[in-house]
């Protein structure tokens, strides 16, 4: 019953096959190599259009090299007050960008909305030189810290704002497989085709080991990229290996299968813990749900062996924990958890 | 015939193993994970007394971030005019230091002189604020970008001579192995008995898919290493699969067994072309060989299928190539390549 | 009547009789010039113990380079949400520090309160690494840009906080001397006895032509700062009329006359504009005045003449008007101002 | 006898009357004010074409800035190895430019030449992503830290040089002054129309009080340096006081008569050494003057009463000392100093 993230999952067999072929024979190092080209070449495909790729072990770094890229130092990147970015990658995109400053505006659901970008962007006062920093980026998370996920018409309507005002729609793409199979729409759909301009596509949480992707769906915004990347301590030397997991993760839609396994798995649990009287506090969108349970019953689950995160307080006191599942989640782990939660 | 790196190799089987047995069950992310546990008990046990490590995915985060972490912003880090973060980092030390300054000095075979070192930092008229620089650290590479290795004693006066101006003495160790393999002392004995306050360790070179550690000999002086790290974008979430790397690396001295035989491919390499009329350049003491070849027999070894870099031109216009072998390198690899040069 | 701000206002006639002075014969640069001297020992003087000086040019450069020499840049300053830090130094801090970053938190009349900080630095899951910055400051403006001024309580009980949770308490007095002419305590009262650790003492707005102070109450604090003021740009290389102009404005308790006078003039105008019906929306304390007019008399206002900026709307649309006084105020512009007003 | 440096004198009268000036009324601040716009059509006369102008308190902030908005992170500014922003700066280049590379390239007497830099551009193998730093930009001093001169030929061809690579030509002119008081050129001749792209323009050290300008000749290039200026701590809040000074120095011309003042001085004091055995070191060129100097008349003179800074040794052993004249040295000192140095 680990429920904790998906990072304590392991990675595919697949992947793990994958690495096992890459490691035949020599190959250039940096990305010289056959298998990155061909890593290029599928995100291409699956973005139906010529994208530039650059492969990075961690989310983290995906996330700060590609706002650093598009956001000059006296920048402000706009995002939801519980993003990634804001709260969990200790200052990564300030140091990366020279010190940009993030706005973190709030939202339901984890979720930025365009009434709120609109207000926060409309108020001209606050913004430009040489007082005021200037909105450089904006930056959704899909699917979000909540579990949500945002349509593409949310997603056109952030965009629009966005280039409105000059900035760039950076996606940070940490679950990106785990949105894109909940949506009955393309890759291409949930990005570019809905304005967004560079996203951090993750395959880490999916099933990987360790690769994550900055796409630029603009390759000319690239530019100065390998640099950045390379400075930034994030070019893998045996790259063939971040480049073979890419690979693997990919091909014959693996990673929507696998996401879409751990999708309903949360499902099951959303539901088994409706009917238990906990019904999900955010709408069960992805991978995540989050649910308040007395702190008796956190206690007992934990005791039992189930693992988690205690994320927040709801008003009237109880526990607001976040369970995540991943491809590794079995249907019998979240029984397990669901009857101990009936039985309170 | 793939002499062009040693990062043109793969991953040592034995590590290949690790990974899978990894792989199997749940662990937490970011580090609170049994292995890294035991991988830390492993490093305090290799170099007999408590240290503070920092596995993170590259040799230039690595640097970067131990430069970062003992040299405030307006210091200087001494080191060799041909090291390896001076020419071939893109500035990650300058930019992870917020703009610290490499103070880089002429040295034979590769080394830093404690001559050299004395009379620069000596010379006071340029150190100091509030116009100048503060020398905050002297970089070392063991084994250096020429392929030679410092010994014990001159590790010592150049850590003297650091600790003596106020400065730390890092060890960039990408081929810690390779040097160790060759001098008869301990890792103890190499580093912290010797002066050396940070190191990094480097695995990816000598067999790992992407693992190298940051040490600190001083625990104390890691505070805040923890923060830097990640908002590097250097700690990995499925931090197990990084630190069965480094565990099996070090399990029974696999690294240093695979660093003699990869010294041993380079003596045999380094000798076969002394034979042949092409002395190296520099003494042969860890896994690389560099010789002065005519640029015909350049060509021919390349049309030959040898892979390899044109590193600089000799005063007679001679190519100096440089050779690496890898733990992957076979005696019938150098053989041939040798043969090939006796042909002429 | 130019109420724009208080940098409209000119220089103090004792400030500038100061600078003819400091222009005869030759001095060394850099502040190693007897006027530099004298301005370090009438710090000490003034705040009755020994601290560190550091004059700069700007009150953005002060604050900056203060807040980076106290915060690492995976460190946190908590401040006020409208705080000059926060808005309108174009995102220095963020830069000077490598990357910090500012959690900008609400509180009435522009103040920072204990109960907010208190709440905020407790919630400990969202601090820490490695996943979060860690809080390393404080910082309050003293008077605030409500024009509000923090009582000595009141600075004692954020200085408790900070300090228990391991921050440094900075104030930015960039109207320093209108808040303290209006507390009856000392200059030591309402710093380091209360908890101040590091001060941006400011002169420019009260009467100076361009000198700010940077003041570390345990000078230990202050090691690297002449480093970090050289390369922030901010050494003035003709040092002693920087010098000249602090000491002047030191001088006599020159300052504090100065402010007298522009603090005279704020309750003035604040007297009158209620008298005309438009009670100030914050307590005038020092020398700013916030009134809600209509939209109509703004306009007639400035057609007059009045310079002033128009800061917010308040909920029935009336317009907040920011109304600002200096040393250069006269009774004369405030009482037309004020016929006008009344005038309606 | 002060020859220490033209730090050390005082404010030419001119430019005090001029701030005096500046001191009646009020003024916006932040430049915008009637003095900065006429300051700005000055310059655009001066260099015959429209020219963005940035006026900052410093020659290091002017330097830092520039280099920073011209060089990206991964850039190198080529210098010469004795630029004030290689040895006298502390950093602020790399700190401004978010840790970029100076490559310090040598010169006879302090300056650059096409040659040397030919060669070091042209060696390909050490520029470009991802392993190396890219060359950015091109600086040189003019007049340079040995008190020698560019011609307009040399800048053309370094210039040439730098843009068939990619790079800018950055000119620190924080003597241009005194430099273009030697040539028979416009100051149009010695700048864009040899190439030179972006110039920090002196006033301090000619005789004002602290007023340095950043000029960019394609004004387009200076987008974004409005923030980037505010947020380096370097926009002056009451700026019609900058703006005064550079007004009144260039007014009249007086900058060209201040430097060919300070010049003759220069000329004067090395002729004078000359007869006395002691020829100059390097051609005076500008106002400066080193000559190699018994380091018992070094004590002899400064028990004298003169000042200057013992800059070197050289191989026999004297001291090569730096004498420096300015618009307030007179020819009794020149004068008096000479015949101590001929007395021996």
Same mark, same amino acid.
């Given at each position: 019953?680990?429920? &904790?993230?998906?990072?304590?999952?392991?990675?595919?067999?697949?992947?793990?096959?994958?690495?096992?072929?890459?490691?035949?024979?020599?190959?250039?190092?940096?990305?010289?190599?056959?298998?990155?080209?061909?890593?290029?070449?599928?995100?291409?495909?699956?973005?139906?259009?010529?994208?530039?790729?650059?492969?990075?072990?961690?989310?983290?770094?995906?996330?700060?090299?590609?706002?650093?890229?598009?956001?000059?130092?006296?920048?402000?990147?706009?995002?939801?007050?519980?993003?990634?970015?804001?709260?969990?990658?200790?200052?990564?995109?300030?140091?990366?960008?020279?010190?940009?400053?993030?706005?973190?505006?709030?939202?339901?659901?984890?979720?930025?909305?365009?009434?709120?970008?609109?207000?926060?962007?409309?108020?001209?006062?606050?913004?430009?030189?040489?007082?005021?920093?200037?909105?450089?980026?904006?930056?959704?998370?899909?699917?979000?810290?909540?579990?949500?996920?945002?349509?593409?018409?949310?997603?056109?309507?952030?965009?629009?704002?966005?280039?409105?005002?000059?900035?760039?729609?950076?996606?940070?793409?940490?679950?990106?497989?785990?949105?894109?199979?909940?949506?009955?729409?393309?890759?291409?759909?949930?990005?570019?085709?809905?304005?967004?301009?560079?996203?951090?596509?993750? &395959?880490?949480?999916?099933?990987?080991?360790?690769?994550?992707?900055?796409?630029?769906?603009?390759?000319?915004?690239?530019?100065?990229?390998?640099?950045?990347?390379?400075?930034?301590?994030?070019?893998?030397?045996?790259?063939?290996?971040?480049?073979?997991?890419?690979?693997?993760?990919?091909?014959? +839609?693996?990673?929507?299968?696998?996401?879409?396994?751990?999708?309903?798995?949360?499902?099951?649990?959303?539901?088994?813990?409706?009917?238990?009287?906990?019904?999900?506090?955010?709408?069960?969108?992805?991978?995540?749900?989050?649910?308040?349970?007395?702190?008796?019953?956190?206690?007992?689950?934990?005791?039992?062996?189930?693992?988690?995160?205690?994320?927040?307080? +709801?008003?009237?006191?109880?526990?607001?924990?976040?369970?995540?599942?991943?491809?590794?989640?079995?249907?019998?782990?979240?029984?397990?958890?669901?009857?101990?939660?009936? &039985?309170?």
């Amino acid at each position: 019953m680990n429920f &904790a993230s998906d990072n304590t999952a392991g990675v595919a067999p697949q992947i793990m096959a994958a690495l096992a072929r890459a490691n035949e024979g020599f190959a250039l190092g940096y990305g010289n190599d056959d298998v990155t080209r061909r890593v290029e070449r599928k995100f291409c495909d699956l973005f139906e259009r010529d994208v530039a790729v650059f492969l990075v072990p961690t989310g983290t770094g995906a996330n700060a090299l590609a706002l650093a890229h598009v956001t000059p130092p006296w920048g402000a990147v706009l995002c939801h007050q519980n993003a990634h970015i804001a709260v969990d990658e200790c200052g990564a995109p300030e140091f990366f960008g020279g010190g940009i400053k993030l706005v973190e505006l709030p939202g339901d659901n984890g979720k930025l909305t365009a009434d709120t970008l609109k207000a926060r962007l409309g108020n001209k006062a606050s913004w430009g030189p040489p007082h005021h920093v200037t909105p450089a980026a904006v930056s959704i998370s899909q699917a979000s810290e909540a579990g949500t996920i945002y349509r593409v018409a949310e997603i056109r309507a952030l965009a629009e704002l966005a280039h409105a005002h000059g900035a760039t729609l950076h996606m940070d793409g940490a679950r990106f497989g785990n949105a894109l199979a909940r949506l009955n729409v393309s890759a291409a759909d949930m990005t570019w085709k809905a304005g967004v301009d560079v996203l951090s596509f993750g &395959a880490t949480k999916g099933g990987a080991m360790g690769a994550e992707a900055v796409i630029f769906f603009d390759p000319e915004r690239a530019d100065g990229m390998s640099a950045r990347r390379k400075r930034g301590g994030a070019l893998l030397s045996k790259h063939r290996f971040i480049a073979a997991q890419m690979e693997a993760f990919l091909d014959g +839609d693996l990673w929507l299968r696998l996401a879409r396994h751990a999708n309903a798995m949360a499902d099951r649990l959303g539901d088994g813990l409706a009917q238990a009287g906990f019904t999900p506090v955010w709408p069960v969108e992805a991978n995540e749900v989050f649910a308040a349970l007395p702190a008796a019953l956190c206690d007992k689950l934990q005791a039992a062996g189930a693992m988690f995160y205690r994320w927040d307080a +709801d008003a009237s006191g109880r526990v607001i924990v976040r369970l995540v599942t991943s491809f590794q989640t079995t249907a019998e782990e979240v029984e397990r958890f669901v009857a101990l939660a009936k &039985a309170g």
